[in-house]
């Protein structure tokens, strides 16, 4: 059985930093795609950073760009988000999903390609993340 689980949110204020993580079993962990999606209340689930199958580049959004960082642990099947000079913006629910052997950033320009929810076979609960002073 796969789990896919997140964990690390909290209440912040703004400037301050919070560490996410995924931790993730039952599936072969370097098979996947994988990717920290963001959900504010009443919008839609978008993708803030992600990492290609088989890839060792990480793609982000111009709205986290050099705030936010993602690494991966292979051996422990985990995978991080560090989130540092949190604003207000950055509220929402975050989500950590799967696809196997997907594509999910251009090598030529570094950003997050158009990710379709859809393809992403494995989603944890989400962990929340406020930022408020």
């Known amino acids: 059985q796969v789990q896919v689980v997140e964990s690390g949110g909290g209440l912040v204020e703004p400037g301050g930093s919070l560490k996410l993580t995924c931790k993730v079993s039952?599936?072969?962990?370097?098979?996947?795609?994988w990717a920290w999606f963001r959900q504010a209340p009443g919008k839609e689930r978008e993708a803030v950073s992600c990492?290609?199958?088989?890839?060792?580049?990480?793609h982000y959004d111009d709205s986290v760009m050099g705030r936010f960082a993602m690494s991966r642990d292979s051996a422990e099947a985990t995978l991080s988000l560090q989130m540092n000079n949190l604003k207000p913006e950055d509220t929402g629910m975050y989500f950590c999903?799967?696809?196997?052997?997907?594509?999910?950033?251009?090598?030529?320009?570094?950003?997050?390609?158009?990710?379709?929810?859809?393809?992403?076979?494995?989603w944890g609960r989400g962990t929340q993340v406020s930022v408020s002073s």
């Open positions: 039952g599936l072969t962990f370097d098979d996947y795609s």
């Open positions: 990492v290609s199958w088989g890839g060792s580049n990480w």
């Open positions: 999903g799967a696809e196997k052997y997907g594509v999910c950033g251009s090598s030529l320009t570094g950003r997050i390609l158009g990710l379709r929810l859809a393809d992403f076979q494995f």
